[in-house]
């Protein structure tokens, strides 16, 4: 008879450390649901803030400098002719964690409460005037203390953090939102430090490649590269929609965003 003692050890083996193949296809929907039970807690605190259609996925090429946006009217109902705004936060972003995206749907909801009031937030541009920053402040942002000066010429107020004292009054939304968020996107190469979004967007700081490095990408070992001066036609998808010219090569190299629909420029 052989004892315990005489049976061959068996190697222990390391727990799995992703989750079961099944629950893979559960993670959009459950950072999604999250992000739905994040903008009811805001408007619970502020009826003012509109609903809005909330979604999540990947920005795409937008991915590169946004990780939110609100966009006014986007959505109509089947059965009627009613529009509603929608609110979308890039998959990319959430790497950042729980508590930067829900200050980005906080960011979002201080546009969408300026649009609910008619008071304009934000350029073309992507400018945040002083409307914003007040209603930013109102939802319990602060400025972010660490934007450069050039941030805030080009960009405004957009810079925008929760305050501690919010994010304790949001700690459950935060919590639940850390717990749906068990996986995160892979962002795509970035070119700029930028704000995006439709009537407004979330400021998003990215790492520069090289060919956004201030060093001239092509010709390194001779004289720099010449601005092309024959500027190519390129369009959004408003309707109709803006027509803007541009150099091919600040086109190829740039995400041109419309202030609008929040499209990329396309060269015609």
Avoid at 129 to 155: C, M, P, S
Wanted: proline residues 6%; aromatic residues 6%; hydrophobic residues 35%.
């Amino acid at each position: 008879m052989t004892t315990a003692a005489d049976a061959p050890s068996v190697p222990a083996q390391s727990a799995p450390t992703d989750p079961p193949q099944g629950r893979i296809a559960e993670v959009a929907a459950g950072v999604t649901a999250a992000l739905v039970a994040g903008w009811d807690a805001i408007r619970a605190r502020h009826p003012q803030v509109p609903d809005a259609v909330i979604s999540m996925a990947t920005g795409g090429r937008e991915s590169r400098t946004k990780s939110a946006h609100f966009a006014p009217h986007r959505w109509r109902i089947r059965e009627g002719s009613a529009l509603h705004h929608e609110v979308f936060v890039t998959a990319e972003s959430l790497e950042d964690g729980a508590r930067e995206v829900f200050g980005a749907l906080l960011h979002e909801a201080a546009h969408a409460l300026n649009n609910a009031r008619g008071k304009r937030d934000c350029s073309a541009s992507q400018y945040h005037n002083k409307t914003f920053r007040d209603a930013a402040a109102e939802l319990g942002l602060i400025q972010k203390a660490d934007v450069g000066d050039y941030f805030k010429k080009k960009y405004g107020f957009a810079g925008t953090a929760p305050t501690d004292e919010t994010a304790a009054a949001y700690d459950q939304q935060i919590a639940a939102l850390d717990e749906a968020i068990r996986a995160t996107r892979v962002r795509p190469a970035q070119r700029t430090r930028a704000v995006v979004g439709g009537a407004g967007g979330t400021a998003s700081t990215a790492e520069l490649d090289d060919d956004a490095s201030g060093d001239e990408p092509e010709g390194a070992d001779g004289p720099p590269v010449k601005e092309d001066r024959n500027y190519a036609k390129a369009t959004c998808q408003c309707e109709p929609p803006t027509v803007i010219r541009v150099s091919p090569r600040t086109l190829a190299k740039r995400t041109i965003l419309c202030g609008e629909c929040v499209s990329a420029f396309e060269a015609e």
